[in-house]
C-alpha cells in the first residue's frame, strides 16, 4: 500500500524585523564581496542584474528581490499577516483533499543576550512564544508551537550568525523560563540558520526527539556564488539523506544514519533564496510515499516575511503534482502529529514525573520517577533562586531513563535561595511531562 506524503510548515517563528538601506547593501557586500553605495537606484539595478557582482548577479537579484526584503518590520504588520492566516477562509482554501485545514507548526525564538539589536528584533524571554499562544488560544486550529533557538554570535549582535551553542547559555535559560514560568517543554526542534553542530547534536539527543533541521541537497550554483553560506558555513546538511526519509544520526555525525535516539526530519525553504522547495522535490516525496513509505515533506520560511504567498505556491505545486499519483494520498499535518505516523507512534499511556522534594537537615532532597522511559538519559532540571537568576543542572541517575534524584545544599544550590525548582521530560512518543515545585513549602514544613 503506498505511504501518505503529510505536507508539514514550520515557520521560524521569530516576530518583527527591521532592516535598513544600509544594511541591505552590508549584506550584499558579505554575501558577494562587492561594496556598492547604499542608494535605492543600486538596489534596483542589483536587481536588474546590471551590476557587476563577478558571477554572483543572479543569486543576488534573488536575495535582494522586492518580496524577499519586504519585511513585517512591526507586530502590526505581522498581526496584520496573520489575521488572514487564521481566518476560516484561508485555512479552507489551502486545505487537503479530505478537508483538513492548512496547518501550522510555530517554531518560536527567544531574542535574549544581545547588545547589539540594529534589526529592531522583540527582545525578552517568551515575547514570541507567549504571542503565538495567545493568538492560538483564540482559534481552534490545529497549529502546534514549538521550540527555535539561536547561538549567540561573538560580539553579541542580533543580526549575526552562529553555531556554537557552547557558548550560547541563553539556550538552556530559555527551557529553564520555558519549564518554570510557562509550564512547557519541547518536543520538536527547528535550528536556527539552520545550523547544527556536534555540541546542538548532543544537547538535542538528551531532550528532544524530533529535529527538523535535514537541508540536505547538493550545493547549486546559486548556493555556491553566495559567500556566507557557501560550502557549509550555515546549514550543512550535505551528507545526509535526501530523499525525504527520516533517520536516527550517528554518534559521530549529524549528518549519518545511525543509532542515536532522535529522529531528524528533512525541511527545505521556501520564499528565501537557497535550499528551495520544488517540483522535482515534491515529487520525490510522492514517489517515496508511493513505494509505501509515511513520508514527512517539511518545509521552512519566517513570519517576518509575508507567509501568505509561499502557502499558496506550495498548495499549488503539491496539488499539481499529486495529479500524477492519484494512489498517493496528502494531508496537512502538523510537525508532531507528521512524526508519529511516519514513526507509526502510538503513544501509551502519558508520561508522569512522580517528584518529592523533602526536607533533610540542612538539605533539601529531590526524587524523580517515572511511570515508563524517558526520552533522554534524565529529565531536565531547572530551577529559579530568589534574585531571578534561572539555572540548568544534571540529576543524579539512579537508574538511567526511570529513576533520580538531587541534593540542594552547599556545592549545588543553597536551599534558602530557592524560589522554583522545575523538572521536565519528553518521551520518545513526543508527550511531555512538567512540574514545578515550591521550595518554601517544604522549607516551611
Known amino acids: 500500500m503506498p505511504g501518505t506524503v503529510h505536507v508539514v510548515h514550520c515557520v521560524d517563528t521569530e516576530g518583527p524585523l527591521h532592516e535598513s538601506l544600509e544594511a541591505t547593501f552590508e549584506r550584499l557586500e558579505v554575501m558577494t564581496g562587492v561594496r556598492l553605495e547604499p542608494t535605492p537606484e543600486n ?148 535550528p536556527g540558520f539552520h545550523v547544527e553542530r556536534a555540541d546542538s547534536h548532543w544537547l538535542l539527543e538528551q531532550f528532544v526527539p524530533f529535529d527538523f533541521g535535514n537541508q540536505a541537497m547538493r550545493e547549486s550554483e546559486l548556493e555556491a556564488a553566495q559567500r556566507d553560506v557557501a560550502g557549509g558555513r550555515f546549514g550543512d546538511w550535505r551528507r545526509a539523506p535526501a530523499d525525504w526519509s527520516h533517520y536516527h544520526p550517528h554518534h559521530d555525525d549529524y549528518q549519518r544514519p545511525g543509532n542515536c535516539r532522535r529522529v531528524i526530519f528533512r525541511c527545505l525553504n521556501v520564499g528565501t533564496r537557497l535550499r528551495l522547495l520544488d517540483e ?93 522511559d524517558t526520552f533522554g538519559p534524565q529529565p531536565f532540571l531547572a530551577v529559579k533562586s530568589h534574585d531571578q537568576a534561572y539555572s540548568f543542572d544534571n540529576l543524579d541517575v539512579q537508574e538511567p531513563f526511570r529513576r533520580w534524584s538531587y541534593v540542594f545544599d552547599e556545592q549545588s544550590f543553597r536551599p534558602r535561595a530557592l524560589e522554583a525548582v522545575g523538572v521536565a521530560s519528553a518521551d520518545r512518543y513526543g508527550q511531555t ?13
Open 280 to 372: 522535482a522535490e515534491v515529487r520525490k516525496a510522492f514517489e517515496r510515499a508511493r513505494a509505501g513509505h509515511e513520508t514527512v515533506m517539511a518545509f521552512t520560511d519566517h513570519d517576518f516575511r509575508d507567509m501568505r504567498p509561499d502557502v499558496a505556491a506550495v498548495h499549488a505545486l503539491v496539488t499539481k503534482v499529486a495529479r500524477d499519483y492519484p494512489d498517493v494520498t496528502w494531508r496537512n499535518s502538523g510537525a508532531l502529529v507528521a512524526a508519529r505516523a511516519a514513526l507509526g507512534l502510538e503513544p501509551p499511556e502519558p508520561l508522569v514525573l512522580e517528584t518529592e522534594l523533602r526536607r533533610d537537615g540542612d538539605r533539601l532532597l529531590l526524587t524523580v520517577e517515572a511511570n515508563h
Open 43 to 190: 538596489l534596483e539595478r542589483v536587481r536588474r542584474g546590471e551590476v557587476d557582482l563577478g558571477g554572483k548577479e543572479r543569486a543576488a537579484a534573488l536575495a535582494f528581490s522586492k518580496q524577499l526584503l519586504d519585511y513585517n518590520d512591526t507586530w502590526d504588520k505581522v498581526d496584520a499577516m496573520l489575521a488572514e492566516m487564521m481566518s476560516p477562509g484561508f485555512r479552507a482554501r489551502y486545505a487537503d483533499p479530505e478537508g483538513r485545514p492548512w496547518t501550522f507548526s510555530w517554531f518560536c525564538v527567544d531574542h535574549v543576550g544581545y547588545d547589539v539589536n540594529p534589526r529592531r528584533r522583540d527582545m525578552g524571554y517568551h515575547n514570541v512564544f507567549d504571542h503565538y499562544r495567545s493568538l492560538l488560544r483564540r482559534h481552534d486550529w490545529p497549529d502546534e508551537v514549538h521550540w527555535h533557538a539561536h547561538p549567540m554570535p561573538t560580539y553579541r549582535e542580533a543580526h549575526r550568525n552562529a553555531t556554537s551553542y557552547l557558548r550560547s547559555p541563553h539556550v538552556l535559560e530559555t527551557l529553564c523560563r520555558r519549564i518554570i514560568d510557562r509550564r512547557w517543554f519541547p518536543v520538536a526542534f527547528r
Open 433 to 445: 511531562c512538567v512540574v514545578v515545585l515550591d521550595p518554601s513549602e517544604v522549607l516551611r514544613g
